[in-house]
């Protein structure tokens, strides 16, 4: 198959994002996909808040829609974008690509972003296979995103059970040594809607659990070692209590579900912070309303008439985000600014 390239699909890398987001202190969303009604209302709700953003595709997302099938969703979702919203751009994504095969494929199907998380490898072979990505992009100005440091719980098949926290001095030589465009840290977040063991919580006056705080001197040590270069956080949704109660309320049982509280995620926008990855926030969306149908609706089957209301309240929670936790609603003119 021939090479496609996203500059012909209408995509952008991430470098004007970034250096726009450092710049004027707000994140990037970056909104995990995996169907048509999730990719409608991450569109939709960017579009009308005027938001940058980045549409990311796991390789579990592959497989369950199909790769060929998801390129061409994102390509629609590009011509959608243009008439909706005609200024604006996004990037495309591939979240915790683990293998370089991964993202070559990925890059060559119109992708203009890659992730390779080879946060689990030795800091050598962290090193190594990064460098052996960014090599291959970089030819065709495609962004390459690292990590280094190990989310607690599931980054996809790679299972950890307890977090490694980013060594601060280890990025100057990672940055320098793989020539990356962003770097994924761990200050505390994981991935999920358990972030947090509720030994870990402290409980507020009415019980509810309370999360220790993000190590932002972690943070601060890393932006100091590496001055604004472009730090991305994973594992970021809020968990909203909202939606967890209507699961438990019609039918679902969700235990002790914790996140990261809004005013952190606004914190960690206006630093070095300028991709903030969210995707269970949305599953439990999507869950909490086609429960909701079914409960009030039982002898509903027209799946339009429950994933639309899902699809709707998606939309509502990213203009939410966009506008009141990362601030990127407004930014949207910025990309060709640079
Ligand atoms: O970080 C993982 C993302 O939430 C994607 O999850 O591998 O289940 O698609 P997934
Ligand atoms: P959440 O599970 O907190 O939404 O994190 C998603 C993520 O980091 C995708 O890479
Ligand atoms: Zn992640």
């Not at 699909?9 to 202190?25: D, S």
């Not at 001095?169 to 972030?195: M, R």
């Given at each position: 198959?021939?090479?496609?390239?996203?500059?012909?699909?209408?995509?952008?890398?991430?470098?004007?994002?970034?250096?726009?987001?450092?710049?004027?202190?707000?994140?990037?969303p970056?909104?995990?996909?995996?169907?048509?009604?999730?990719?409608?209302?991450?569109?939709?709700?960017?579009?009308?808040?005027?938001?940058?953003?980045?549409?990311?595709?796991?390789?579990?997302?592959?497989?369950?829609?199909?790769?060929?099938?998801?390129?061409?969703?994102?390509?629609?979702?590009?011509?959608?974008?243009?008439?909706?919203?005609?200024?604006?751009?996004?990037?495309?994504?591939?979240?915790?690509?683990?293998?370089?095969?991964?993202?070559?494929?990925?890059?060559?199907?119109?992708?203009?972003?890659?992730?390779?998380?080879?946060?689990?490898?030795?800091?050598?072979?962290?090193?190594?296979?990064?460098?052996?990505?960014?090599?291959?992009?970089?030819?065709y100005?495609?962004?390459?995103?690292?990590?280094?440091?190990?989310?607690?719980?599931?980054?996809?098949?790679?299972?950890?059970?307890?977090?490694?926290?980013?060594?601060?001095?280890?990025?100057i030589?990672?940055?320098?040594?793989?020539?990356?465009?962003?770097?994924?840290?761990?200050?505390?977040?994981s991935?999920?809607?358990?972030?947090?063991?509720?030994?870990?919580?402290?409980?507020?006056?009415?019980g509810?659990?309370?999360?220790?705080?993000?190590?932002?001197?972690?943070?601060?040590e890393?932006?100091?070692?590496?001055?604004?270069?472009?730090?991305?956080?994973?594992?970021?949704?809020?968990?909203?209590?909202?939606?967890?109660?209507?699961?438990?309320?019609?039918?679902?049982?969700?235990?002790?579900?914790?996140?990261?509280?809004?005013?952190?995620?606004?914190?960690?926008?206006?630093?070095?912070?300028?991709?903030?990855?969210?995707?269970?926030?949305?599953?439990?969306?999507?869950?909490?309303?086609?429960?909701?149908?079914?409960?009030?609706?039982?002898?509903?089957?027209?799946?339009?008439?429950?994933?639309?209301p899902?699809?709707?309240?998606?939309?509502?929670?990213?203009?939410?985000?966009?506008?009141?936790?990362?601030?990127?609603?407004?930014?949207?003119?910025?990309?060709?600014?640079?």
């Amino acid at each position: 198959m021939s090479r496609i390239s996203y500059q012909d699909l209408g995509l952008v890398n991430t470098k004007a994002m970034f250096k726009n987001a450092i710049e004027h202190q707000f994140a990037v969303p970056a909104y995990n996909f995996n169907n048509l009604e999730q990719l409608q209302a991450i569109v939709t709700a960017c579009a009308e808040s005027d938001s940058p953003f980045i549409l990311q595709v796991s390789s579990g997302a592959r497989k369950y829609a199909h790769q060929t099938l998801l390129r061409f969703l994102a390509e629609g979702a590009g011509a959608m974008l243009r008439e909706l919203n005609p200024h604006l751009r996004f990037a495309l994504h591939l979240d915790h690509g683990d293998t370089f095969e991964l993202c070559k494929t990925c890059i060559d199907s119109g992708f203009s972003s890659v992730m390779i998380d080879g946060s689990h490898h030795s800091f050598e072979d962290n090193i190594a296979l990064t460098r052996k990505v960014v090599d291959y992009a970089h030819q065709y100005d495609v962004s390459v995103e690292g990590e280094l440091g190990v989310l607690a719980g599931i980054e996809d098949e790679v299972s950890s059970e307890h977090s490694t926290y980013t060594h601060p001095e280890e990025v100057i030589e990672f940055v320098k040594k793989t020539n990356v465009d962003s770097l994924a840290i761990s200050i505390g977040t994981s991935h999920g809607a358990n972030k947090f063991k509720p030994e870990q919580c402290t409980r507020d006056a009415s019980g509810v659990l309370v999360p220790p705080p993000l190590r932002f001197d972690i943070l601060e040590e890393i932006e100091k070692k590496i001055p604004g270069f472009p730090i991305v956080l994973h594992g970021a949704s809020s968990v909203l209590p909202k939606y967890v109660k209507m699961i438990n309320e019609f039918g679902g049982k969700i235990e002790d579900a914790v996140g990261i509280p809004e005013e952190q995620l606004r914190k960690a926008a206006r630093s070095a912070v300028c991709k903030i990855n969210i995707d269970s926030d949305g599953r439990l969306v999507f869950t909490a309303m086609i429960r909701k149908v079914f409960k009030d609706k039982p002898g509903e089957f027209d799946p339009r008439k429950y994933l639309a209301p899902a699809r709707d309240e998606l939309k509502n929670m990213i203009l939410e985000k966009n506008k009141n936790v990362l601030g990127s609603a407004g930014k949207g003119k910025l990309i060709f600014a640079s």
